[in-house]
């Protein structure tokens, strides 16, 4: 509900405060008094674009100020709250254009944009009239009016829910998806690294053993050769060694040992023993040159070291780091594969519900198209008494992306005559009969929506008892929502609940609510051609009178 409307410095108004209430408010006033603003006012709060005829004057600025009750409007709540604008159950909205056309608005003090503010306020105020894009001109609306009209609401708000559950879904398989793009990318390196990490098979601590190892064989060459040389001293083929010298020379001096003294003798002995010695120290110099470390030759530890180094610089890890790298390569193939099948069974979740939307979709599509034949049936019946005897008002219904209403594009179409095509309602309608159209539609289709609905210029080409049916449909839809309407009927100003009469002077417009015997008045001179005579003031009690 709109409670309060705020004008500053619109056109021709200085400054106008109107205080709404429920059910049928009137507008009435000469032709050109200014009451277009008052829509233009309402367009503005709603995030509708700037008129460049509607700049304020240098040096002031339009201020339009608006309190809306938003309980029956729990949407807009949730929209306010993904924001971060707090509210209970009323907002205040501020649109101030500046003299350059420059625009700035406002939601409870909070500065935002246009668009949010359009959004917002999206579906709170329907304007009817042939210049307003919102309402039937607006072809988007008219699948809510046909689903407002007989749609199962349980099922439409299944529907809702499981189209946020398929975005969410969708979201979340991209995501996934992405991701194991990019590690897929990277899967045959990963085969490949494992696979040279396995065949290096890395042990902790071997690379530092390998290390001393191979110190100690390269210095074993080193003592082989010497050693070679020294068993060639002790016993050679090729010369005569230390070993056979002082075995001969033993020989020698054994077959002169009665010859000599005791001396001599015990040199002998001495000899001797040396050479028991040199064989076992030859012995042992032979032996140790036929030791073999670990199995392992020279070529086999310097292959495993320079693989060893060859990953670990690969990896940018040290040689003891190499199993960890394993380790983690190893994780990353099987997280791989976890999420491929992860990935599956989000494509199958997704698939399913969407599925289930479908399947929704098509129950939804199957109603609308029963409900567009029984809308149609109504509408035209309504357009009897409205003066639209000629018009035919048809549904049509075609199948579109899947989007958070289901698979179904609705379009309200009209023949103004019989010998005339039918086509859209905003190619073909003046602006009288698109309002008496909108009300048709909303007496049929609309009555326990919450919006605010303006109508202008609804009895635009029309009189007598087509401007009476005109009033009452109106009156029928004040009782369960607000509903504002700008006339120049006396039989639709005389069933306004409340009735406001806007002014102008020479240099100003102004607006004041009218009390019952201001109201019979107006109605009377609505009534006459120049002044208000008594005749006009009884046909005016008798209106307000028969419309009680």
Request: glycine residues 4%.
């Amino acid at each position: 509900m709109l409670k309060y409307l705020s004008i500053k410095n619109l056109i021709l108004i200085q400054h106008i405060e109107i205080n709404f209430q429920n059910g049928l408010s009137v507008f009435t006033g000469e032709t050109g008094a200014g009451k277009s603003m008052i829509l233009d006012s309402l367009s503005l709060i709603s995030g509708g674009r700037t008129k460049s005829s509607i700049k304020p004057e240098k040096g002031k600025k339009t201020i339009i100020t608006a309190i809306i009750d938003i309980h029956h409007f729990t949407e807009i709540k949730v929209k306010l709250d993904n924001i971060g604008i707090e509210t209970d159950n009323e907002i205040i909205i501020k649109r101030i254009l500046d003299e350059y056309g420059k625009s700035k608005s406002f939601i409870n003090d909070t500065p935002v944009s246009l668009n949010t503010l359009k959004d917002v306020t999206d579906g709170v105020i329907e304007i009817h009239s042939q210049f307003s894009e919102q309402g039937l001109l607006d072809n988007t609306t008219h699948i809510d009016t046909l689903d407002n009209f007989g749609t199962n609401k349980d099922i439409l708000s299944k529907l809702k829910e499981i189209w946020e559950d398929l975005k969410s879904k969708e979201n979340l398989y991209t995501s996934e998806l992405e991701e194991f793009k990019k590690l897929s990318e990277t899967k045959q390196t990963y085969d490949y690294d494992l696979k040279e990490l396995r065949n290096l098979n890395a042990v902790s601590g071997e690379f530092e053993e390998l290390e001393k190892k191979r110190k100690i064989i390269k210095n074993f060459i080193k003592i082989n050769e010497t050693l070679s040389k020294v068993n060639n001293n002790f016993s050679s083929d090729s010369i005569p060694g230390i070993e056979k010298l002082a075995s001969e020379n033993l020989k020698l001096l054994n077959s002169i040992e009665d010859l000599l003294d005791d001396e001599s003798i015990k040199q002998i002995k001495t000899l001797e023993s040396i050479i028991l010695e040199i064989t076992e120290i030859s012995k042992f110099f032979q032996n140790y040159m036929h030791l073999e470390e670990g199995g392992k030759s020279i070529d086999d530890i310097e292959d495993r070291i320079s693989l060893y180094k060859k990953l670990s610089k690969k990896h940018n890890v040290s040689e003891d780091d190499l199993i960890e790298v394993k380790e983690l390569i190893k994780s990353k193939v099987i997280s791989l594969d976890n999420k491929e099948n992860k990935l599956l069974e989000i494509r199958n979740d997704l698939n399913e519900t969407k599925e289930k939307f479908i399947n929704h979709s098509d129950l939804i599509s199957s109603q609308r198209l029963k409900n567009c034949e029984e809308l149609d049936l109504k509408v035209n019946s309504e357009f009897l008494d409205l003066k639209l005897e000629n018009a035919s008002f048809k549904t049509f219904i075609e199948k579109t992306e899947y989007n958070v209403k289901g698979q179904d594009k609705v379009t309200f179409k009209l023949q103004t005559n019989p010998k005339s095509k039918m086509d859209e309602i905003k190619k073909i309608s003046s602006g009288g009969e698109l309002c008496r159209i909108a009300l048709a539609l909303k007496v049929t289709a609309d009555k326990n929506k919450s919006s605010i609905l303006f109508f202008d210029e609804v009895d635009s080409g029309i009189g007598g008892a087509v401007s009476a049916a005109v009033g009452q449909r109106l009156k029928r839809l004040g009782e369960n929502r607000q509903v504002c309407v700008i006339t120049h009927s006396p039989q639709v100003a005389s069933v306004g609940q409340n009735h406001y009469k806007v002014t102008k002077s020479k240099f100003e417009t102004k607006l004041i609510k009218l009390d019952i015997e201001e109201r019979i008045l107006e109605i009377g001179r609505m009534l006459s051609a120049e002044e208000i005579t008594s005749e006009a003031i009884e046909a005016a009690k008798k209106l307000i009178d028969d419309s009680n």
